[in-house]
């Protein structure tokens, strides 16, 4: 076995490791650093059409193709668990949903973890330094319906976030129905506060997705990032990480390994390294370096399903569109040429919401919660729930009615879900996927907060000025009983693809924790985990952002250990 030295080695190119990277790699001192990632290099510029970012997750070369175990508590369906493949990770395959939750879900971390370095004061300055915000509205659009004040924002990071160039007919009135319906508009939903009605914020720009590679672009000569590597395990010498075994390589790291392959594969990484609960390591005669029960439990995630309402002829423009091929290849021949036209408008830019919900912090499921748990979610900018508009449904429902695409759509996110996945062992082969159990809907709370959250929706749904250009309804529960709603989730829920959380960050003396809050496994040496798979708040948002920062906070953490400023 040949190896090669570096002085960090990070594996995965998502956007932790490529935020890791990044920011170890351009430090003053210039350590060596090296990314592998096991998937290709996704550089073709055609793959970040922004109006198909809905589609790229059929890539299967930029897919793990992973599902869960099908869930007791939704029918038993096995459900889609995909995972992004290549540079970028899931960002280069995600629906292009640049937010940065709640200024509280930070404040929860630092005080789970007791750690100052995750609150909002100090992860907003992160957040700003990541991004060039672009917050122009098209032409006629009012400042009503977007707001940002600069100093929320950044003008000078590599990730390019902000409003779509061009947006459709119906956004602003969907928005005003909203606001008359009694869902209040909010004009930044990425100001630390998201309660409200906001125009989305795409991690896109001028018709262009951008994903976590474009942090590594251009790679300054101290890093060496190498595609089409998958790691199987982490070399240990006793309890100290010098290296990884990739593909029969070996690469030696002088000062620090740096797991960032994500909540669903850096707790395969640790298990089949030998950290990990002894019972699975034993079961597939994997040696035992450590017993750690917590790796790969904890799985969280955001859960959704969807409204759908066929409309009345030109409430919407979407079928003179989605209904005519010949239109959508000479809009694909536009966007190749400068980034304008349909394929830059259409689902290009939604409205999106968070909520509370009064019915919710009521009832007994809520009152039966932890006090912490209770505290939190009853903080000012907190959500139970969120509301996308403009979700382009029709590339989702299998034999879609094509006389039917003048339709809208709301999806619906289940915020703050109480049950606790795992992520298991079920092959000795470390190529080999771990089994994923979510656990949707399988605590009382997480079923009321279903039951509540689409109650409210359908306050929206029903509302006179939007109902009544409602034709049939497409995708919708029978009745508004608590039993109807219920089993309405139970047969169309579908994951957010936000797992969280089964590689624990918390205190030194918690069972659960698995990393201490500079992201060292405790226990071992050298050893560093910086992805999802830490964070121990299941934060209000689409959680590419959290994990950008999470990557940008362990490097700040490294730079300043080994005085690299």
């Known amino acids: 076995m040949t190896s090669a030295t570096y002085d960090f080695i990070v594996v995965g190119g998502g956007p932790s490791g490529s935020a890791l990277a990044a920011g170890l790699a351009h430090s003053a001192k210039r350590p ?45 369906r096995e459900l889609d668990y995909s995972r992004g493949k290549g540079l970028g990770g899931s960002s280069a395959i995600n629906f292009g949903v640049y937010s940065v939750g709640a200024r509280d879900d930070y404040d929860e971390w630092a005080r789970i973890v007791g750690d100052d370095a995750f609150r909002w004061d100090k992860i907003q300055p992160r957040f700003k330094s990541l991004e060039t915000f672009h917050g122009d509205l098209p ?37 005003d129905l909203f606001e008359e319906a009694g869902f209040p508009l909010n004009p930044d939903h990425n100001s630390g506060n998201p309660i409200g009605m906001s125009v989305l914020i795409n991690s896109s720009n001028r018709g262009l997705r951008s ?41 030696r790291a002088e000062k620090e390994v ?75 021949e536009q966007w190749k040429r400068d980034g304008t036209g349909p394929w830059s408008k259409f689902a290009c830019e939604m409205g999106v919401g968070w ?26 900018t907190v959500p139970h729930y969120e509301l996308v508009t403009h979700f382009p449904v029709h590339w989702f429902i299998p034999d879609f009615p094509q006389d039917s695409l003048d339709y809208s759509c709301l999806a619906i996110l289940l915020y703050n879900a109480q049950s ?32 509540e959250s689409l109650r409210d929706a359908l306050r929206f749904a029903e509302y006179e000025g939007y109902a009544r250009n409602n034709v049939a309804m497409l995708a919708g529960p029978q009745g508004d009983s608590d039993e109807e709603l219920l089993a309405y989730w139970r047969q169309n829920i579908s994951s957010s693809w936000h797992m969280t959380g089964t590689v624990k960050m918390g205190k030194p003396s918690e069972v659960d924790a698995v990393v201490d809050s500079n992201f060292k496994v405790m226990g071992i ?34 730079i300043a250990e080994y005085g690299l400023a």
């Not at 940002?148 to 779509?164: C, D, F, M, Q």
């Not at 409430?315 to 694909?332: C, H, I, N, Q, W």
């Not at 009832?363 to 748990?373: G, R, T």
């Open 32 to 76: 060596k650093v090296l990314l592998l990632e096991a998937g290709g290099t996704n550089e073709d510029r055609n793959l970040r059409v922004d109006g198909q970012r809905w589609l790229t997750f059929q890539n299967k070369a930029m897919n793990w193709g992973y599902k869960t175990t099908p869930q007791a508590h939704c029918n038993n």
């Open 139 to 175: 032409p006629g659009i009012d400042s009503k319906y977007a707001a940002p004040k600069p100093e929320n924002h950044g003008t000078s990071g590599p990730l390019h976030v902000g409003y779509a160039g061009e947006w459709e007919d119906d956004v602003c009135p969907m928005l």
């Open 211 to 251: 994903t976590a590679n474009d942090l590594l672009t251009p790679a300054p000569d101290n890093l060496t990032i190498i595609t089409s590597s998958p790691v199987q395990r982490v070399i240990l010498e006793g309890n100290r990480a010098v290296g990884v075994e990739s593909n029969g390589q070996m690469y």
């Open 258 to 332: 740096i797991l960032s392959a994500g909540a669903l594969d850096s707790p395969r990484l640790l298990m089949h390294s030998g950290i990990g609960p002894r019972n699975q390591l034993e079961q597939y005669g994997l040696p035992v370096v450590k017993d750690v029960a917590a790796v790969g439990q904890g799985l969280r995630d955001h859960m959704f399903c969807s409204l759908v309402y066929t409309r009345k002829k030109g409430d919407t423009a979407r079928a003179s569109f989605y209904g005519v091929p010949e239109k959508m290849d000479e809009a694909l």
């Open 355 to 380: 909520f509370k919900l009064d019915k919710l912090v009521a009832s007994d499921e809520f009152k039966a919660l932890p006090p912490e748990e209770r505290d939190y979610l009853t903080r000012e």
């Open 420 to 451: 606790r996945g795992e992520a298991t062992l079920q092959s000795a082969d470390p190529n080999e996927p771990l089994r994923f159990d979510p656990k949707f809907l399988s605590t009382s709370f997480d079923r009321r907060a279903a039951v």
């Open 525 to 558: 040496e050298n050893l560093r985990v910086a992805d999802m798979g830490v964070v121990p708040v299941l934060a209000s948002c689409h959680t590419q952002a959290v994990a950008y920062v999470t990557g940008m906070t362990c490097a700040e953490k490294l």
